[in-house]
């Protein structure tokens, strides 16, 4: 359990990080609060980061981390990884670039199968953009690819 809470602490330390690239559903809010916080309560960011580990639950889901409790997708994203793109229980950073890359590049190769039908070419779509807005905010430049960042 130490391990555990230590880990943590390290993960919600680097969101902390002024230069920290995050993105995913949650990511908003966590950038509003660095940019605003204007009463620092804690005497430094580790106990700032052991403050928020203890009241948020982190799962890695292997492309992301995941802060959902009772509520949220119920393990969806586990499934369809580019459904916590946007979750508001997500948070994905620059531990998860390699894996979204590989997202990305399989969604390009999906592209180019003409059998997948209107439907599937319609998420193969959706899927390239949401992955490109991700992948631009993770510090990763996009080319000839017209990407989707949705607004919250």
Same mark, same amino acid.
């Given at each position: &359990?130490?391990?555990? =809470?230590?880990?943590?602490?390290?993960?919600? !330390? $680097?969101?902390?990080?002024?230069? %920290?690239?995050?993105?995913?559903?949650?990511?908003?809010?966590?950038?509003?609060?660095?940019?605003?916080?204007?009463? #620092?309560?804690?005497?430094?960011?580790? +106990?700032? %980061? !052991?403050?928020?580990? $203890? @009241?948020? @639950?982190?799962?890695?889901?292997? =492309?992301?981390?995941?802060? %959902?409790?009772?509520?949220?997708?119920?393990? *969806?994203?586990?499934?369809?990884? @580019?459904?916590? /793109?946007?979750?508001?229980?997500?948070?994905?950073?620059? #531990? $998860?670039?390699? @894996?979204?890359?590989? /997202?990305?590049? +399989? *969604? &390009?190769?999906?592209?180019? /199968?003409?059998?997948?039908?209107?439907?599937?070419? +319609?998420?193969?779509?959706?899927?390239?953009?949401?992955?490109?807005?991700?992948? +631009?905010?993770?510090? /990763?430049?996009?080319?000839? !690819?017209?990407?989707?960042? !949705?607004?919250?």
């Amino acid at each position: &359990l130490e391990s555990v =809470h230590e880990e943590k602490i390290k993960i919600v !330390e $680097h969101w902390l990080d002024d230069d %920290a690239l995050i993105s995913g559903g949650a990511a908003s809010s966590l950038k509003a609060y660095k940019r605003n916080r204007k009463v #620092n309560t804690k005497k430094d960011r580790r +106990q700032l %980061a !052991e403050n928020i580990s $203890h @009241t948020v @639950t982190i799962r890695g889901t292997g =492309h992301g981390w995941c802060m %959902a409790d009772d509520y949220g997708c119920g393990g *969806q994203g586990l499934y369809e990884a @580019t459904s916590c /793109i946007n979750c508001k229980n997500s948070i994905i950073d620059r #531990n $998860h670039k390699e @894996t979204w890359l590989g /997202i990305w590049r +399989q *969604q &390009l190769e999906l592209r180019q /199968i003409k059998d997948i039908g209107p439907g599937g070419k +319609q998420r193969v779509e959706r899927d390239i953009k949401r992955i490109g807005c991700l992948l +631009q905010n993770l510090g /990763i430049k996009v080319e000839n !690819e017209e990407v989707f960042c !949705e607004k919250k």
